[in-house]
């Protein structure tokens, strides 16, 4: 792709964006005392944008919701299989409730059981019964909690997918880079 957007292959390859302002420098030869790694520097910028930006931001994203598509379809095809049991087993909302990483924090448990669960195979229908069945709050309005659910599958179906997207459309777009 470097030679596409005219760019230097050996600094702008796309995989090398962590060579930008802001990341660290990880090779064994630049590491601290302190076992750190110094930040990458920006030495010069001309404050232009890359020409190709919106180009190569368009064309990353396509490539990696194809991907995400076609790995929705290989999980979608695994889910039939009779093998998927066991893989589900251990997989439930309590675990991820009870987890020293969630601790205090029992929606983002439960966004984290979702992103799992969908990772995993997971029918909608049996993570929205896990919600159902261990509903957070003690209010016991109804279209309160169906919101609640609705909300915490949809923010889980698109952690993925967005997370890496801003990500990417944050280094290739900046101006300031």
Request: hydrophobic share 35%; glycine share 4%; with cysteine.
């Amino acid at each position: 792709m470097p030679v596409f957007y005219d760019a230097d292959p050996s600094a702008a390859d796309w995989r090398r964006f962590g060579r930008l302002p802001g990341f660290t420098n990880c090779k064994p030869k630049y590491r601290k005392p302190d076992g750190l790694f110094p930040f990458v520097r920006l030495k010069s910028n001309s404050g232009e944008q890359y020409p190709m930006a919106e180009a190569f931001a368009q064309e990353v994203t396509k490539l990696y919701e194809e991907r995400e598509q076609q790995r929705e379809e290989r999980r979608i095809q695994a889910s039939l299989s009779p093998q998927r049991g066991p893989r589900l087993s251990n997989l439930s909302l309590e675990r991820f409730r009870t987890s020293i990483k969630y601790q205090d924090r029992p929606a983002a448990a439960d966004i984290a059981f979702c992103v799992a669960a969908y990772a995993n195979g997971m029918i909608e229908d049996c993570i929205e019964r896990a919600l159902e069945d261990d509903y957070l709050s003690r209010d016991p309005s109804t279209p309160k909690r169906a919101a609640y659910i609705r909300r915490t599958m949809e923010k889980a179906r698109r952690w993925p997918s967005d997370s890496i997207i801003a990500s990417i459309r944050l280094v290739i777009l900046s101006p300031s880079l």
